[in-house]
């Protein structure tokens, strides 16, 4: 089946510097991949629409001047978080679609960011 | 923003007895799919039904869809202490979005 890598799976930074996580489709293409965060015990909540070779969406809500969004190639996209504070710290989760007529999403394991 | 909301929020049992999750959304969806997730990993999909269907199997899962009444449960049978995790429905939220449930915490005691 088709895999999403998530790179790296945990990161701790310090408050004030920016955080990079890459989201890769291994063995498929993906024009569109998804970012969701994750708090604990909580479910996921969606937070933009990566789009390849163009400006992502954001959910109402999030923003996107601190969650900068780029979907430079059909099988990579990243999330930077920039100036991280400690409220940023949270479970980060990527998907893509398996394309086709298929709506089954491919979910990456998660990368845990942790700011102290 | 959410679309579904699942109850029970949380649910204890013993192993072999069975465990039903269930889910409603609120607007028309293309398909629902189930989610499970163990604790601080990435999601497993177990399975996806269609809204033209009203229920599916898959091994000791079964799942029904009412459209009509804008929910959705996922049955185990014969609960195992590995099936302890979360369990979150999904809905298509227009394109490829996927909107999640709130979840249910399973636990399931040996």
């Known amino acids: 089946g088709a895999v999403v890598s998530q790179h790296p799976s945990w990161v701790i930074c310090k408050s004030g510097t920016s955080v990079k996580i890459e989201c890769r489709s291994l063995d498929f293409q993906a024009t569109t991949m998804f970012w969701y965060r994750q708090f604990p015990k909580q479910s996921l909540m969606l937070m933009a629409t990566?789009?390849?070779?163009?400006?992502?969406?954001?959910e109402q809500g999030v923003e996107k001047d601190k969650f900068l969004i780029n979907h430079a190639s059909l099988t990579l996209s990243t999330l930077t978080v920039t100036s991280a504070h400690p409220e940023d710290s949270s479970f980060y989760i990527c998907?893509?679609?398996?394309?086709?007529?298929?709506?089954?999403?491919?979910f990456g394991p998660g990368t845990r960011l942790t700011v102290t | 923003s959410q679309q579904g909301e699942e109850d029970p929020q949380a649910l204890s049992i013993q192993e072999g007895e069975n465990a039903t999750m269930n889910c409603s959304y609120k607007t028309s969806i293309n398909n629902l799919q189930w989610y499970r997730q163990n604790s601080g990993r990435g999601l497993v999909h177990l399975i996806l039904?269609?809204?033209?269907?009203r229920e599916k199997h898959s091994g000791r899962l079964r799942v029904t869809l009412d459209t009509s009444k804008k929910s959705s449960s996922l049955l185990i049978t014969a609960s195992r202490a590995a099936d302890t995790a979360s369990y979150f429905c999904?809905?298509?939220?227009?394109?490829?979005?996927?909107?999640f449930g709130a979840g249910t915490r399973l636990f399931v005691k040996a």
């Open positions: 999904a809905t298509d939220g227009g394109g490829f979005k996927t909107i």
């Open positions: 039904i269609r809204s033209n269907e």
């Open positions: 990566s789009n390849e070779g163009s400006k992502a969406t954001y």
């Open positions: 998907s893509a679609p398996g394309g086709g007529r298929s709506y089954e999403q491919y």
